[in-house]
């Protein structure tokens, strides 16, 4: 069974730092995709980056990147030079093309000022 | 703005009672997907429907019903509300091209907040 895996319900980091949130998943499956997903408290859900499991190379979005570990299945958020408005629930999620996507269970992100 | 329209984006309703909540995909998706969200909690997969059909159940109460019409449009239905099932209903969509084809990432409506007294 696919799930997702984020162990970490809260992260802190100081203004203009940086900060990783972990995400882990298990699969079978070769060809598949994970995402990140930034919810604020405007509850609205955005995504913040994607990246295919094909593709070696991490995606990357403006401060945003990913090291994306295939072997380890490993899927892990780096936020450079944070600022307040990243303060938010942050949602790992996975897919395979064709089926539903699974998402952890969040990890709350304060920027302390 | 996503383009996944949810009306209404809030309820207030008794418990016993019914409701219907309203999705309109973006242009072009044909899989809708419905989660659910209490305070404080993650999303809980719900159901979706890929053009019409169902393609994958969650943990979605007998209570709870949904459908996708030929228009794409899809409903939650949810009744005999109890207080429980007060939370963040959202409705998200994709362009799902099938098995063969690049995943595309889901776009979320803004939510149907559902508070059941």
């Known amino acids: 069974a696919q799930t997702v895996t984020q162990s970490q319900p809260e992260m802190s980091v100081q203004e203009a730092e940086t900060v990783t949130l972990s995400c882990t998943y298990d699969?079978?499956?070769?060809?598949?995709?994970l995402f990140w997903y930034k919810q604020p408290p405007s509850r609205q859900m955005i995504l913040v980056i994607r990246q295919e499991a094909y593709k070696q190379q991490n995606a990357t979005e403006n401060r945003f990147s990913v090291n994306f570990q295939k072997a380890a299945k490993s899927f892990s958020l780096k936020i450079s030079d944070s600022q307040l408005g990243d303060a938010a629930m942050y949602f790992c999620?996975?897919?395979?093309?064709?089926?539903?996507?699974?998402f952890g269970t969040g990890t709350s992100l304060t920027v302390i000022p | 703005d996503s383009g996944v329209t949810q009306t209404p984006k809030h309820l207030i309703t008794a418990t016993g009672q019914r409701v219907t909540l309203r999705c309109s995909p973006r242009s072009g998706d044909l899989s809708v997907y419905w989660y659910q969200q209490s305070l404080d909690q993650g999303l809980q997969f719900l159901i979706q429907?890929?053009?019409?059909?169902?393609?994958a159940k969650g943990n979605i109460l007998e209570r709870f019903s949904a459908q996708q019409f030929p228009d794409l449009h899809s409903e939650l239905n949810l009744s005999s509300l109890e207080l429980g099932d007060s939370a963040l209903y959202f409705c998200?969509?994709?362009?799902?091209?099938?098995?063969?084809?690049?995943?595309?990432?889901?776009?979320f409506g803004e939510g149907s907040r559902l508070t059941v007294l």
């Open positions: 998200a969509s994709s362009v799902d091209l099938g098995l063969d084809s690049p995943t595309g990432e889901l776009f």
């Open positions: 699969t079978s499956e070769s060809d598949y995709y």
């Open positions: 999620a996975y897919t395979i093309p064709g089926n539903q996507f699974y």
């Open positions: 429907y890929y053009n019409g059909e169902e393609r």
